[in-house]
């Protein structure tokens, strides 16, 4: 159609790829320049990452670890509702204190006390002596200085404390108790409890004692000094006490998030560890017996490649200010692990270059070793940045910095891995040219030596000199050899093909089954380390404690006319509607609205029009001082008000997720304005989006990928393959979090959408080689992609590993989590790219549009055709 192209239009884009073919000429030309002048492209990343890495000095003020902050949905609702809580409900801890009627969980010391013996309670009388004495080591810490008051007098830490020391009173306890009238609510006072019929307490197995301070006012500062005193002083305490008849548990409101800041600094030494492991791996797979032939300062500089994109990423970002969460201190591993694949699929490229010019010309052959490792590296790192920036778009700033951190780390890891690390392959080859050992440096001297000069000179007692460097004699890699002569005809052998198809078949059952079982959320418990005082006490909370879960304030959010008869029927239907939820005890709910019609209903008052309702309202607060706290009255009249709800058997993150959902939807269907809150609720949230999060995350991404591939891979067989790849490994990971313990939450979430990155990086490799063969079979293309290639995918997939192994030791669930995920993402990378994808390929591939050459041989055509087209 059209007017018909030139010859020159038609040897531009005929048989290639227009986006390709002037990459691999420009990393051609730059390999070029890097072998002529090898030394500034040493000094420059040096210098730049020594720049850069000053930005450090910030991280003291940029370290942001707060809990609520980073966890949390930003924009959540339940945050919005706090706001309306406090504004409309204002505290007053020093004279009218009310734990449920708190917009936040406070300021708080909480023990758990729970009976030594198993068939024991600790309402027995030497229980309860010491529960006592407990209650006296707590105030012996001026804790009524610092203490939130009520009536006069500090908050009662349990309606308990007063009857422990009367027999009869508590014959006559009766639980849950806290029904219509505010009687005490003894259901997250005392665990573990055992009743007759009637209700009335026969014995219980814990009791919970919570000591709250004030924080209105300037208190605040006064109170987080006496809870770090009461963490530093109470354990002391406690032994001394030496308690026989129960064991103490202890939390504060600070527990939490000084644990997960510890956490950054329990993980520093690994670092070391998995540096050690990396360079020792790297220095392995390079080498030789020679000691001029010998890699291991190409291994070192390698890992230092990877080292200085770290120092350079994150001074460049603590230079912008983005915060430094707890979660960015796994990307160190990650940066390393990559980085070294890297470093391996250029060294395979320089060992395996096939240009026709001379050996010993550095330029001819580093411009070949860019021209096919470049272009390879180059779709690895896009996919990769691309994956970590588009994880940026999430509600969870925890996960935004972590993908900046990381997204640049691998735009660093790139620079230097065809900057500094090809000029450092230049000086190794001129070393090895000049015949120097790798060690001194100095000139290998040949003659006849001694067998130990020649052995530790030359790599054996022979005097003979060693060969020059030349294609012929140059060997290969025996892991090479062994892909090429072994597992390459094993793996496509006719009933090993059908044993893989069976095998991934499994797989994806076994996959698509977890996604199903799936879990959401973050528990609050696995911030802190396994051996932190703070898993006792949630074991203790989660099994004496967990019957009763939050007391949810119901709120009417706007002014109506409450003395309207109508409207408080619409009222007290909403209210049942909200009870008649499984997870709410409707028995235990608390209403002022509903005594007060129960009062006017007596005939003792009159609620019939405004200026009675609002003129009688101290008659209700005569009798329930409390109720006067649930009110916000103006002159106008109510402008809101608020009464509670009791949710029950609330133990698990669906339970969360379906208790918020349901509150919430019944709430929106009420002909009043309500709005259901409790603190708890700001971590529910991430319920509401981290599934919307994650897969719009891992669409995008994987979308990119497609679109990365299609401009730099030359072949939309390949491409195809490379998104049937990201489908099947995301796929695999998801499910097989489920069997591994691991939760979708804000940091599994990190690890989905590193999945797409790793997944282009094992299978794109062996896809193109596959479809770029010049072979005449299936089977021949699927060896010699392995053959090429089998290896560094295989070092990449190892060396990654390696860089995230020593988290599995880590104390912390953050870390392990994170080596988890990273774990399954490798290892079904891999086996997609060593295992499934060829045999794949063999099936389906031979059918597709690919090029009958190698990819060598596809170059150097192209540049002939670009030679007849000018």
Excluded at 19 to 39: N, Q, Y
Excluded at 137 to 166: K, T
Excluded at 355 to 366: G, I, P, T
Aim: net charge negative; proline share 4%; hydrophobic share 45%.
């Amino acid at each position: 159609m059209g007017q018909p192209r030139s010859p020159r239009e038609r040897c531009s884009c005929s048989n290639t790829n227009c986006v390709e073919r002037p990459l691999t000429r420009l990393f051609e030309a730059l390999g070029r320049v890097v072998a002529a002048c090898p030394w500034p492209f040493v000094l420059l990343p040096l210098l730049l990452s020594a720049g850069l890495g000053a930005g450090f000095v910030f991280l003291p003020g940029l370290q942001t670890n707060d809990i609520e902050g980073q966890f949390t949905p930003t924009g959540g609702p339940a945050k919005a509702e706090r706001d309306f809580v406090r504004r409309y409900f204002p505290t007053n801890d020093s004279e009218r204190f009310s734990a449920e009627r708190l917009p936040t969980e406070g300021a708080y010391a909480a023990l758990i006390a729970v009976a030594e013996r198993d068939s024991a309670s600790v309402l027995d009388r030497p229980a309860r002596d010491e529960v006592l004495l407990l209650h006296g080591a707590v105030r012996e810490l001026d804790y009524e200085q610092f203490c939130a008051r009520s009536g006069g007098a500090c908050a009662s830490a349990n309606p308990l404390l007063p009857l422990l020391a009367n027999d009869s009173a508590l014959s006559e306890l009766r639980f849950p108790g806290g029904g219509g009238g505010g009687n005490a609510f003894l259901g997250t006072a005392l665990g573990g409890v055992r009743t007759d019929g009637s209700g009335r307490v026969e014995g219980a197995r814990a009791v919970k004692l919570t000591y709250y301070l004030r924080e209105d006012g300037g208190a605040a500062g006064e109170s987080r000094a006496w809870l770090e005193t009461f963490l530093r002083v109470f354990p002391a305490k406690l032994r001394e006490l030496n308690l026989t008849a129960v064991e103490v548990t202890y939390f504060t409101s600070l527990s939490r998030q000084a644990e997960f800041e510890g956490n950054t600094k329990s993980v520093i030494p690994l670092f070391s560890i998995t540096y050690f492991l990396t360079i020792t791996f790297s220095i392995v797979s390079c080498l030789r017996l020679s000691c001029v032939r010998n890699n291991i300062w190409l291994a070192c500089c390698g890992v230092l490649s990877s080292g200085l994109a770290v120092l350079s990423s994150f001074g460049l970002m603590l230079y912008c200010g983005v915060p430094f969460v707890v979660t960015v201190a796994n990307a160190p591993f990650l940066i390393l692990g990559v980085g070294v694949d890297d470093m391996f699929i250029m060294i395979s490229s320089w060992e395996q270059s096939s240009s026709q010019a001379d050996k010993s010309d550095a330029k001819s052959r580093l411009a070949e070793t860019y021209r096919e490792a470049a272009l390879s590296v180059t779709i690895t790192t896009l996919t990769d940045v691309l994956a970590f920036f588009i994880g940026t778009w999430t509600a969870f700033p925890s996960v935004r910095s972590f993908c900046l951190y990381t997204g640049t780390a691998f735009v660093f890891c790139y620079v230097y891995v065809i900057t500094f690390f090809g000029a450092i392959i230049v000086l190794n080859h001129k070393r090895v040219k000049e015949n120097r050992h790798w060690l001194t440096c100095m000139q290998v001297k040949v003659g006849k030596k001694s067998c130990l000069y020649n052995a530790c000179c030359l790599g054996s007692c022979s005097s003979e000199p060693p060969e020059p460097e030349t294609r012929e004699t140059e060997s290969e890699h025996p892991m090479s050899i062994f892909f090429k002569k072994y597992y390459g005809p094993f793996l496509t052998g006719k009933w090993i093909k059908l044993l893989v198809v069976l095998l991934y078949g499994a797989y994806l059952g076994g996959s698509i089954y977890g996604c199903t079982q799936m879990k959401e959320g973050i528990d609050l418990r696995n911030l802190a380390s396994d051996d932190s005082y703070v898993i006792a006490y949630y074991d203790n909370d989660d099994e004496y404690f967990s019957e009763y879960g939050p007391r949810v304030m119901v709120v009417v959010t706007d002014s109506v006319d409450y003395w309207d008869e109508s409207v408080r029927n619409d009222i007290e239907a909403c209210t049942r509607d909200l009870e008649s939820i499984t997870y709410i005890d409707k028995n235990l709910s608390l209403s002022w609205l509903r005594v007060y019609a129960g009062i006017a209903g007596s005939g003792l008052i009159n609620i019939s029009n405004k200026d009675h309702f609002i003129n009688n309202l101290p008659v209700l607060f005569h009798f329930y001082p409390s109720f006067e706290w649930d009110i916000n009255k103006t002159a106008e009249g109510i402008a809101a008000s608020r009464f509670f709800i009791q949710t029950v058997n609330v133990t698990s993150a669906v339970d969360e997720k379906n208790l918020l959902n349901q509150l919430r939807d019944r709430a929106k269907q009420c002909a009043v304005p309500l709005m259901v809150y409790h603190p708890a609720f700001i971590y529910y949230d991430q319920y509401l989006v981290i599934v919307q999060n994650t897969i719009q995350n891992v669409v995008i991404a994987a979308g990119a990928m497609l679109l990365v591939s299609l401009v730099l891979i030359p072949s939309p067989l390949c491409c195809l393959w490379v998104t049937f790849a990201i489908a099947s490994v995301i796929v695999g990971v998801a499910g097989f979090m489920t069997f591994w313990d691991i939760s979708l939450d804000s940091i599994s979430m990190i690890n989905l959408v590193i999945c797409i990155g790793f997944s282009v990086d094992f299978s794109a490799h062996i896809s193109y080689a596959f479809v770029t063969s010049g072979e005449s079979s299936a089977n021949e293309k699927a060896i010699g992609a392995l053959h090429q290639l089998g290896y560094p995918v295989l070092q990449g997939a190892v060396s990654t590993v390696l860089g995230v192994v020593v988290l599995a030791a880590a104390k912390t669930y953050i870390f392990r989590t994170f080596f988890k995920i990273m774990f399954l993402v490798i290892l079904f990378g891999a086996v997609h790219g060593l295992v499934f994808i060829p045999v794949f390929l063999t099936f389906f591939g031979y059918f597709g549009k690919s090029l009958p050459i190698t990819e060598t041989k596809m170059l150097d055509l192209r540049y002939r055709n670009d030679k007849d087209c000018a």
